[in-house]
């Protein structure tokens, strides 16, 4: 494996070399994401925390500033956050191979359960009642966000000024403020406070910011034009669409709900409101992905061919985009304006997703079960540092256990 130019602050753990050792960490990556994808339920701000939890604490593949540059990276380029953290960590740790395996393995589990739940719902009429699976898996969740906010916290918030835009930023989430906005504004307002008395280095700084902000805007404005005129459903319009939605849509399933109803539902007529919700439904309370809500939609329309397709198009462009903002990443680090930008970015990030964990908890801590759950879990990721997998299994049988006692 080439040298990785992210690596060079030095990542915990050594990395591999050769034809043996490049093996050795595929299937390193191959199991972890496999895993990874199989349990971790909660969205985005949850796979993100158990990934800080396995990749810089236990296993020490990236340091926690790495990773901090990389979830900044992910959170600038369209496209779904966690997964494009996954083939970020994959390409860190084993070039383009892991790459295409850890984005490969982690969206693949859910895109099975998702497929096998679409077969159920067509030919059942209806989504089979799973969700009392979550009752005891939630609060568990909120547990390793928090650990993972604490963690990435105290690395993130480098003064005054970066916890004032946290803050700043939370607030503002609240009252409904553009996520890409947020971010966008506190890289900025970071960078240009924090190099105000270093305006000498003006230059280098905006040339290196150049790239991954005409990066993270040109394949918006390249697709803001919608399909033209009503088509009937076959693979290649479906599949096109869905290249469209992974190419240029930010942020969380109920954007994805928004932005899907315009074109499946009022302009093409594909699928129902409810249909449409079923399928947002599905990609909320099963791991993985949420962007799996495609391979549900591909199949109600298109049968398997469709699902698999669907799945295709709307992951596709994070692997392309991933690859092609990757260099610019040791860059902004180098560059003292491009470094605030990113630190402000980082922070931003942060505090979205302290926001979102607020909402995730006040959904999940319902009553004294799950806050007890909540408190329990929170004890074991902080003090006893359990593994994430065995406190999502544990939740599970949790409410599993309660909901067939009552």
């Not at 009503?230 to 939605?245: N, Q």
């Not at 007529?269 to 990609?283: N, R, S, Y």
């Amino acid at each position: 494996m080439g040298e990785n130019p992210v690596t060079q602050e030095g990542a915990g753990a050594a990395q591999p070399s050769g034809a043996e050792g490049r093996t050795h960490s595929l299937r390193e990556l191959a199991g972890f994401f496999l895993k990874l994808g199989s349990i971790a339920f909660g969205g985005p701000a949850a796979h993100i925390a158990m990934m800080d939890n396995e990749v810089v604490r236990r296993r020490g593949w990236l340091t926690r500033q790495q990773f901090l540059d990389l979830l900044g990276a992910a959170n600038l380029i369209p496209g779904p956050s966690s997964t494009e953290m996954a083939i970020y960590i994959g390409l860190v740790r084993a070039g383009w191979r892991g790459l295409i395996v850890a984005g490969i393995c982690f969206i693949l589990p859910a895109m099975m359960i998702v497929l096998a739940l679409a077969v159920a719902y067509v030919q059942y009429g209806a989504l089979p009642q799973v969700v009392w699976l979550l009752y005891g898996v939630k609060p568990v969740i909120i547990a390793i966000v928090i650990q993972a906010l604490w963690s990435l916290g105290t690395k993130a918030v480098k003064g005054p000024l970066t916890a004032a835009v946290g803050i700043a930023v939370i607030a503002l989430s609240f009252l409904g403020v553009n996520v890409v906005l947020l971010l966008f504004a506190g890289g900025l307002l970071v960078m240009a406070l924090s190099n105000l008395r270093e305006a000498r280095a003006g230059r280098a700084g905006a040339a290196a910011l150049a790239g991954p902000i005409l990066l993270s805007t040109s394949p918006a404005s390249a697709a803001v034009a919608a399909a033209g005129a009503t088509a009937p459903v076959s693979l290649w319009p479906l599949t096109a669409f869905f290249l469209k939605v992974g190419s240029i849509l930010f942020g969380s399933g109920y954007v994805l709900l928004a932005f899907l109803r315009a074109d499946l539902v009022q302009h093409w007529g594909w699928l129902t409101d409810q249909q449409l919700i079923d399928a947002i439904a599905v990609g909320q309370f099963t791991p993985g992905p949420v962007f799996t809500t495609a391979t549900f939609i591909g199949y109600l329309v298109a049968g398997y061919p469709g699902a698999i397709l669907a799945t295709l198009g709307i992951f596709l462009p994070s692997f392309v985009l991933v690859a092609a903002s990757h260099p610019v990443i040791p860059r902004l680090r180098r560059s003292a304006w491009a470094a605030g930008f990113l630190d402000g970015v980082n922070v931003a990030s942060l505090g979205l997703m302290a926001a979102v964990t607020w909402q995730l908890g006040r959904a999940a801590l319902v009553d004294g079960v799950t806050i007890t759950l909540g408190l329990v879990a929170t004890l074991a990721v902080f003090r006893f540092r359990v593994n994430s997998a065995w406190l999502v299994l544990g939740g599970g049988l949790v409410g599993l256990a309660f909901k067939m006692l009552r």
